[in-house]
């Protein structure tokens, strides 16, 4: 099948809710490429609702899960129903390649992927270390396309949806490990030092709930918002800033359009920060050996210096929001 002849593309991205949003540029320049062609988009089944009340460039949000063989034969039975005509995977990780392998291959249509932890592949650049956005797009223009290579400053996720502007700081307090989190305690100087509403968005599992009790030990200034993650987008849109650690939350506000400030620790800005920093400027102490002795980033769940984030303190991170008229 020639490159310039798919009507129907299914997109797989089998990762947590960060790497879910950030797919979603990918998307924007395959509709370039296809611009009469639907587009589908699979995600694991817990974040598929983050999808349900905005709108993107994607045609169709489907959430499955790949941990059973239950679970496979009602994938096979929703995929087959959308009748792709090729299946590309950004990002492939152990379940989803079997899956597809078989199933691509029982349908006789092409199954394009790359992992971008190998360093060989027909992809672009094949494991070399770049922003996530870029390592989706080459992937992208690798199978599909042959022309102009795309920039990833030119695609970023966008999550449309109406609002009204709101006067309200969003905290980001949470993160996938220990070591990506600024103080705790920070955050709650920070909530008295500034003349703002703040909310901090938490989940029901016992992880957010810990850090829950523990800002309200610190007599954190701040509203918690506990809602379904269908109802995240809405609550959040509009929002005049965002400030915290690199997750998932991160990647939803800039969606959203919403300005950022993110204090990166053990991981580098450059592969998860795929963004414009004029409007979403970041923090990350330079030079840390400790960061980069097995990798180039720090692997550490737990650390107990965290050198790379409580050097910068509450009245620090003020500055530089008032320098660059953030707030």
Not at 189 to 194: M, P, R, T
Not at 227 to 255: Q, R, V
């Amino acid at each position: 099948m020639k490159k310039n002849s798919y009507s129907n593309i299914l997109v797989v991205k089998n990762r947590a809710m960060g790497d879910a949003i950030i797919g979603t540029a990918t998307i924007q320049y395959l509709k370039e490429l296809y611009p009469n062609a639907t587009i589908s988009y699979l995600v694991p089944k817990w974040i598929a609702p983050l999808f349900e009340k905005v709108a993107t460039r994607i045609d169709h949000v489907i959430g499955l899960d790949f941990k059973s063989l239950s679970d496979w034969w009602r994938n096979y039975k929703v995929i087959s129903s959308l009748k792709p005509d090729c299946v590309f995977e950004m990002f492939q990780s152990g379940r989803t390649s079997k899956f597809f392998s078989l199933y691509c291959k029982l349908k006789g249509i092409p199954y394009f992927y790359h992992n971008h932890h190998t360093s060989t592949g027909p992809v672009l650049d094949q494991g070399k270390i770049k922003s996530n956005i870029q390592r989706d797009l080459d992937g992208a223009w690798t199978f599909f396309s042959g022309g102009e290579i795309p920039h990833y400053l030119n695609y970023k996720p966008v999550f449309t949806i109406d609002s009204q502007k709101r006067n309200q700081i969003i905290f980001g307090v949470v993160a996938t490990r220990e070591t990506k989190m600024w103080p705790l305690k920070f955050f709650a100087e920070l909530s008295h030092k500034l003349e703002e509403d703040i909310i901090i968005p938490l989940s029901p599992s016992k992880v957010d709930q810990a850090i829950k009790e523990k800002l309200i030990s610190y007599n954190i200034k701040a509203e918690f918002l506990e809602k379904p993650l269908k109802e995240l987008p809405e609550a959040l849109a509009g929002s005049k800033l965002y400030i915290g650690n690199d997750t998932g939350l991160k990647h939803l506000a800039i969606a959203l359009g919403i300005p950022s400030y993110t204090l990166f620790g053990p991981e580098p800005p450059g592969e998860w920060h795929p963004y414009d920093t004029e409007k979403n400027p970041y923090y990350y102490l330079e030079g840390l050996t400790c960061r980069t002795r097995e990798a180039h980033y720090c692997g550490l769940s737990v650390c107990p210096e965290m050198i790379c984030l409580n050097q910068f303190g509450p009245d620090q991170l003020i500055a530089e929001l008032s320098m660059k008229n953030m707030i």
